[in-house]
């Protein structure tokens, strides 16, 4: 695909994967539509994006307001959603607030924002959703049930959009990488991170997830990082 003239919404612009993958698309030619969860983090979106939009994937009222926003206002030839947050504990120790908060940032709240979005995408010559979904989408690992329910049920909901929007030539793409280096495992939601092993770099993980949204494959599992 070539990125000139594309106007692309990326979900998490002001974090480490979601920066890389502005400053690449940018630099590929794309205009960047980036998103932060609040005004404060949003000074975090890389200056190659050509706007800067907040929406809280917490919040059902401020993702209305954004896609709103959006349909009404912007061109939309693809989304990147490189947004969400771990949380970690032992599944006997997680309470069901736990879940059901780390469910609505890294799946709810996301498929919401997709979901309205659609009417933007449709029609648009190669049309893309892609996420990073994880490792997690297909593996489970002790320590952090909630962080895998979530995000396998993302990359669940992606598979069936994927069929969904065959028709419409809206490609949709799941990108599971593993362990990066990002600092995110510092910032839970709850709990406290284990040890973890040397993770990939950041750049190397958004250079696979740009080359799979050019190339249009629609899975990139965690062995392909
Ligand atoms: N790092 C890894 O090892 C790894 C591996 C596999 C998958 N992933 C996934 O990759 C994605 C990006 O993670 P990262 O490693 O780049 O971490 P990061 O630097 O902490 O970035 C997280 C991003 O998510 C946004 N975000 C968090 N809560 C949000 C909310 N309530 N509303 C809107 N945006 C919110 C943050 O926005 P603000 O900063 O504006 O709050 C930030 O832009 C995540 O979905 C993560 O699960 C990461």
């Given at each position: ?47 190659d994006a050509a706007l800067r939009l907040v929406a809280d994937l ?168």
């Open positions: 695909m070539d990125f000139s003239a594309k106007r692309i919404l990326v979900v998490g612009a002001s974090g480490v994967l979601g920066g890389e993958i502005t400053r690449m698309l940018s630099r590929a030619g794309a205009q960047v539509l980036g998103t932060a969860s609040s005004q404060e983090s949003a000074a975090h979106i890389p200056s917490g919040s059902a009222e401020s993702i209305k307001v954004l896609t709103d926003y959006l349909v009404a206002n912007e061109q939309i030839d693809g989304i990147v959603v490189a947004a969400g947050r771990v949380g970690f504990g032992m599944a006997a120790d997680t309470t069901a607030q736990q879940v059901a908060a780390l469910t609505q940032v890294n799946f709810g709240g996301p498929a919401q924002l997709i979901t309205e979005l659609l009417p933007a995408l449709r029609g648009r010559e190669d049309a893309f959703i892609a996420a990073i979904t994880g490792v997690v989408a297909e593996k489970s690992f002790p320590g952090m049930s909630a962080y895998c329910a979530s995000k396998s049920a993302f990359s669940a909901w992606l598979g069936s959009l994927a069929f969904e929007l065959r028709r419409d030539k809206i490609k949709v793409i799941d990108a599971r990488p593993g362990h990066t280096e990002t600092g995110l495992a510092t910032r839970p939601l709850f709990g406290a991170a284990p040890q973890m092993p040397q993770g990939m770099t950041a750049e190397h993980v958004a250079g696979v997830v740009v080359a799979a949204i050019a190339a249009g494959t629609t899975v990139v599992a965690s062995t392909d990082f």
